[in-house]
């Protein structure tokens, strides 16, 4: 079981930038990689970027190809998602998760195992 904490969500103007944290403990080392995810009212739960621990292999959405990047810092057990160019689209509650595997396809909300509790991002205009 991994346990995961997310931070650094806050109010942005349009334009501006945020670098969100995942902070992950409890069992670690069944973990193959760590995804972000985001959710507004009404609508599923989206993929924005993915990262493995071992390789650092990165994976994103089309909607935010070189506005995001995600990245891990391996001594820390932490993951980060840097936002740039930020549209008030990106308003979400921004969601941190664990998987064992990608087999299933790492933007399936379906292959990850753990979860974190989210933090919100708002963009104004």
């Known amino acids: 079981q991994v346990q995961l904490v997310e931070s650094g969500g806050g109010l942005v103007q349009a334009g501006g930038s945020l670098r969100l944290s995942c902070a992950a403990s409890g069992r670690t080392f069944n973990s193959y990689g760590m995804g972000w995810f985001r959710q507004t009212p009404g609508k599923e739960r989206e993929f924005v970027a993915a990262i493995t621990w071992n390789t650092g292999n990165t994976y994103s959405a089309d909607s935010v190809k070189g506005r995001f990047t995600i990245s891990r810092d391996n001594a820390k057990n932490t993951v980060y998602l840097q936002m740039n160019s930020l549209k008030p689209e990106d308003t979400a509650v921004y969601y941190c998760?664990?998987?064992?595997?990608?087999?299933?396809?790492?933007?399936?909300?379906?292959?990850?195992?753990?979860w974190g509790q989210g933090t919100q991002v708002t963009v104004s205009s």
């Open positions: 998760a664990a998987s064992t595997s990608y087999r299933a396809g790492y933007s399936s909300r379906w292959v990850y195992d753990s």
